[in-house]
C-alpha cells in the first residue's frame, strides 16, 4: 500500500511536529536561510507548490542563493557509476530497461567478480572521481550475495574513495553488514510522489522504499534519495516528490534528479514516445532542482540520467538553481551519459571545478577512517 497524507504515517516520519519554527517563508520574498542553520523538515506540500510557482528568474535567483550560503558554488562533485550486476530484476519499474517486464533487449548477467569492480573503481579514482556508486538490478540482496558486496565495500574504500552501493530494499540486518563494512552512502530512490509512484510500480509499495531508507538511516549510512521527473507526472506529483524528501526526519544527503530517458520496450518509453511528455520541459526541469536545492539547502544535489540530452545551457541553469554534483563517464547502468570529454569541456566552458572540499551534511572525511 503506498502512503499518502490521510494514511498513517511511516516511522521515518515519527518526530515530525507540526508548525516548525525552522522553516523558512520562501513563498513569500522574506530573507534566506543561512549556511549551517537549522535542518527544516517541516515544509508544507502549498510551500513547495508556491516554490514552483513563483516567477522563474525569482526562483533560480533565491535557489543560488541559498546554494551559496551552505556550498562552494563554483564546485561540482564527480561521481562514477558502475553497473556491478545488470538486468533481470523481478521488479516491474516502468522506467527501467533491467526489468523482467521490459522488453528492451538488457541481457541479464551475474554479479560481477569482486577484482573486476575493483579495477573499475581504480580507473574512476585515476579520472578524478570522488565517489564510486555501484548498482545492482535487484528487487533485494540475497543474504549469500552479502560476503561479495562486503568485500566489494571493504577494497573500494581501501583506495580512498567514496562508496555507494544501490542494491533494492534492504533488512535492517543488512544495512548494518554494509554499514559494518564501512559503505558511506546507499540509494534507494522515492521515485516520485506517493500517488504517482503506485501507477509506475505494482511490485512494491512506495512504504515499502521509505522502510529501506529508514533501515539505511538506522544503520548510520548516509542516505542518497531522490527521482525521475518527466515520467508523465503532474506539477503537483513533483511537488509531492519533493515534499516527502524534504520532511524526512533527516534531509538526504545526496539527492539525484534524474530527466526520465525513455526507453523502447519499457512501459513509459513505449508510452511517452511521440507525445508531448517524451521529454521534461526544461524550464520545469531546472525549477525541480531548483526546488530541492531551496528545500534541502545543505544536500548534494545530482544531475543524474537524463543530462546528456540536456543542452550546455540547461544544465549551467541546473548548477545556478543548485544542483552541484554529476555523475561522469558514458554510461549510467544502461543509458547513456554524458562522457568525459564532453563534461570537462562544459566545466572549462562555465569555469567549473571538482568538488576538492567536505560536503555540507558530512563534514568529516569517513574516508581517512578506513586508513
Ligand atoms: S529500477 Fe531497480 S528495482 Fe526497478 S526494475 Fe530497474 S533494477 Fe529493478
Not at 525521475?228 to 515534499?243: C, S
Request: aromatic fraction near 4%.
Amino acid at each position: 500500500m503506498s502512503v499518502n497524507e490521510t494514511q498513517s504515517p511511516s516511522r521515518l516520519r515519527e518526530g515530525l511536529g507540526e508548525g516548525l519554527s525552522c522553516r523558512p517563508k520562501h513563498a513569500l520574498p522574506q530573507p534566506l536561510p543561512q549556511a549551517g542553520g537549522e535542518m527544516c523538515t517541516g515544509w508544507t506540500r502549498e510551500e513547495i507548490a508556491a516554490l514552483f510557482e513563483l516567477p522563474f528568474t525569482e526562483l533560480v535567483f533565491r535557489a543560488a542563493e541559498v546554494h551559496r550560503a551552505n556550498h562552494r558554488a563554483g564546485e561540482v562533485q564527480l561521481c562514477t557509476l558502475l553497473s556491478i550486476k545488470t538486468g533481470g530484476c523481478p521488479e516491474d519499474c516502468g522506467y527501467c530497461a533491467q526489468s523482467v517486464h521490459a522488453d528492451s533487449g538488457v541481457e541479464a548477467t551475474k554479479l560481477l567478480d569482486v577484482q573486476e569492480v575493483l579495477q573499475r573503481a581504480a580507473q574512476a579514482k585515476d579520472a578524478g572521481s570522488q565517489r564510486f556508486c555501484m548498482g545492482a538490478a535487484w528487487r533485494n540482496p540475497k543474504d549469500r550475495d552479502m560476503p561479495a558486496i562486503v568485500e566489494i565495500v571493504e577494497g573500494v574504500r581501501a583506495m580512498g574513495l567514496e562508496t555507494c552501493m544501490t542494491l533494492g530494499m534492504l533488512t535492517s540486518r543488512q544495512a548494518d553488514q554494509l554499514a559494518e563494512a564501512g559503505l558511506d552512502y546507499y540509494n534507494h530512490n522515492i521515485d516520485s510522489s506517493p500517488e504517482y509512484y503506485e501507477r509506475i510500480i505494482t511490485t512494491r509499495s512506495f512504504q515499502d522504499r521509505l522502510d529501506t531508507l529508514g533501515n539505511v538511516r538506522a544503520a548510520g549510512i548516509a542516505v542518497c534519495s531522490g527521482g525521475i521527473v518527466g515520467m508523465g507526472e503532474t506539477r503537483e506529483d513533483r511537488v509531492g516528490f519533493i515534499h516527502t524528501l524534504a520532511t524526512l526526519p533527516q534531509h538526504p544527503e545526496s539527492v539525484p534528479v534524474n530527466a526520465l530517458v525513455p526507453v523502447k520496450g519499457t512501459v513509459l518509453g513505449d508510452m511517452l514516445a511521440d507525445t508531448p511528455l517524451a521529454k521534461i520541459d526544461d524550464i520545469e526541469f531546472v525549477r525541480t532542482v531548483a526546488a530541492a536545492r531551496i528545500t534541502m539547502p545543505r544536500s548534494m544535489v545530482r544531475l543524474s540520467a537524463g543530462r546528456e540530452s540536456m543542452s550546455e545551457a540547461t544544465q549551467a541553469l541546473c548548477f545556478l538553481a543548485g544542483a552541484n554534483s554529476i555523475f561522469t563517464g558514458d554510461k549510467l547502468l544502461t543509458a547513456p551519459n554524458a562522457g568525459d570529454d564532453a563534461d570537462g569541456a562544459l566545466f572549462a566552458k562555465l569555469g567549473l571545478v571538482p568538488l576538492a572540499g567536505e560536503e555540507p551534511m558530512r563534514p568529516h572525511d569517513s574516508r581517512e577512517a578506513a586508513e
